[in-house]
């Protein structure tokens, strides 16, 4: 049977509540460039936020003026989104934290993941947001996923229990040493 082959996530729509509500977390807080607004075409009665989370993809959000924010944590059972995850710079996430604050937006601070760093915090209507920071650059034409793939391989031989910074930068001289050839 053949397999239909992703290239990429196109977007995802969250179900918001007012539209200045969205607006201001997705464009204010995260920095989205709001991009543009049209009618929901399968409900008439919200409106269809978009907006550029930095890589020309799209975060999108219903909206619907009679809906109020609801901060509770959305529910995490299964079928349910956990969370959402933004890639940051290294310049921008050592500022996550001072930034969050300035806002007074409660946070996890900086959660060590061994290869990437997090700080997580909850949207106004209670999704938990991720802003994520990997701690290496891959080599030229390769991809994050690639040294990642090539790092796990490299932990599980080692009897690792999760991604280190040796195994990072050994699955980039080996993805080098490969490309060199």
Not at 49 to 66: K, Q
Not at 87 to 94: D, G, I, R, V
Not at 154 to 170: K, Q, S
């Amino acid at each position: 049977m053949r397999r239909l082959q992703s290239q990429g996530v196109h977007h995802v729509t969250l179900v918001g509540a007012d539209r200045q509500t969205s607006i201001d977390f997705w464009q204010g807080v995260l920095g989205m460039p709001f991009v543009f607004e049209q009618p929901n075409l399968d409900n008439a009665a919200e409106s269809h936020l978009y907006f550029d989370p930095g890589d020309g993809r799209l975060i999108t959000v219903f909206t619907d003026e009679d809906r109020v924010a609801d901060p509770g944590r959305t529910p995490t059972d299964p079928g349910c989104v956990h969370h959402l995850a933004f890639a940051l710079s290294q310049a921008t996430f050592a500022q996550a934290v001072g930034r969050l604050d300035e806002r007074g937006i409660r946070h996890s601070g900086v959660k060590d993941r061994g290869f990437m760093d997090s700080i997580y915090f909850e949207d106004p209507l209670g999704l938990l947001i991720e802003l994520a920071s990997y701690r290496f650059e891959p080599p030229a034409g390769r991809t994050h996923a690639a040294v990642l793939r090539r790092a796990h391989e490299l932990r599980v031989a080692a009897g690792a229990e999760a991604i280190g910074t040796v195994h990072l930068a050994d699955a980039i001289e080996a993805l080098v040493a490969e490309g060199a050839g």
